[in-house]
């Protein structure tokens, strides 16, 4: 029994891996998902209002939620070089989302 509960969990983290792609430059966030990559999002560091993060077993790995202006939030779930990637983007953000958002320790 413990097998099968096992494997869901880790069959959709697999497919996570695979149909999610995080692209992270000195302008942009893109996310591309779904079957074929066909939902994409795209925002840019002035619409971040907040960040918050967790931490996915190790320091390596991470889960975050970018709050923006306007109210939605984006999920970014098991993002490879965590520290680094939300150090990036939190140094990009403007003062006033820096003061809502978890600094990283």
């Not at 891996?17 to 992270?24: A, D, G, P, R, S």
């Not at 795209?42 to 619409?47: A, G, P, V």
């Not at 209002?49 to 939030?73: C, F, H, P, Q, T």
Request: charged share 25%.
């Amino acid at each position: 029994i413990l097998t099968v509960i096992g494997i869901i969990p880790f069959a959709a983290a697999l497919a996570r891996q695979f149909w999610v792609k995080y692209k992270i430059t000195s302008r942009r966030i893109s996310v591309q998902s779904g079957l074929g990559g066909n939902d994409f999002t795209e925002l840019i560091y002035q619409d971040i209002a907040g960040l918050k993060y967790v931490y996915r077993g190790s320091n390596e790995v991470g889960d975050m939620v970018i709050e923006l202006r306007d109210g939605a939030k984006l999920e970014m779930r098991h993002v490879p070089k965590f520290q680094e990637i939300y150090k990036y983007i939190f140094e990009r953000c403007t003062p006033e989302a820096q003061e809502s958002s978890f600094a990283m320790e």
